[in-house]
């Protein structure tokens, strides 16, 4: 009897370990482990991790971008290039340069929609420098900035920040340094955005 009952615990615990595993596969995210500190506990951080290259952040960019729009108040939404090979690094330090710049706005939209849809190549420093004086920029403040020590560090610093969140593919959003989504995670890129804003409510104590 004693052996019948305990099986029987065994299968419920079987059962029911199964089924939240279950559940938890069907909330489209998983945990960050171990989880990572943000840059302003104040804030619910959203990290976007992307590639200029990706055909997959170029189809989620629209939805983020209307996300954008109308984002909590206490979110912070960070960008972040990841560098998984030499093409990618060039492309990084392309959105690093337009960042110390402050003119993330007025090329971020532009170097996916040349990227992707005109096939250009902007990969040199040369190419890069008649894109961003097409911009607006002057080419030696893009020059000078280019090459900088920040620059560099960034580049440096860009393969470990993918590193500590197990980022393995692009888009993937990070939500306040716990909770990571993605395409296949959430079911589809659209449900992305459902992902976070459920996670965003979470952090915020929202019921």
């Known amino acids: 009897m004693l052996k019948k009952l305990a099986g029987l615990a065994v299968l419920i615990f079987i059962v029911s370990f199964s089924a939240l595993s279950k559940s938890e596969e069907s909330l489209g995210y ?4 171990p989880a990572q500190p943000t840059a ?9 991790f992307f590639w200029y ?4 952040c170029y189809s989620f960019e629209p939805s983020l971008k209307d996300w954008l729009k109308n984002k909590p108040a206490n979110v912070e939404f960070i960008r972040v290039p990841a560098v998984f090979s030499e093409q990618w690094g060039k ?16 090329v971020h939209t532009d170097l996916f929609d040349a990227i992707q849809e005109k096939k250009q190549e902007l990969e040199t420093e040369d190419q890069l ?3 961003f004086v097409a911009h607006g920029v002057k080419e030696a403040d893009f020059r000078e900035t280019f090459n900088s020590f920040m620059i560099d560090s960034k580049m440096r610093q ?13 888009p993937a959003i990070i939500v306040n340094g ?7 995670l959430a079911g589809s890129q659209e449900k992305m955005i459902d ?13």
């Not at 290259?53 to 997959?56: A, D, E, Q, T």
């Not at 860009?158 to 692009?170: D, H, R």
């Not at 716990?178 to 296949?184: A, Q």
Request: glycine residues 8%; charged residues 20%.
């Open 30 to 33: 998983e945990a960050v482990t």
């Open 40 to 48: 302003n506990p104040a804030k619910i951080e959203v990290i976007e």
């Open 53 to 56: 290259g990706c055909p997959h």
């Open 91 to 106: 492309h990084a330090k392309a959105y690093f340069t337009a960042e110390a710049l402050g003119v993330v706005d007025a």
């Open 129 to 131: 420098a008649k894109f």
């Open 158 to 170: 860009a393969p470990a920040i993918a590193a500590k969140y197990g980022i393995t593919g692009v």
């Open 178 to 184: 716990k909770y990571k989504t993605n395409g296949t």
């Open 195 to 207: 992902v976070m804003n459920t996670l965003i409510k979470k952090e915020s104590g929202v019921k």
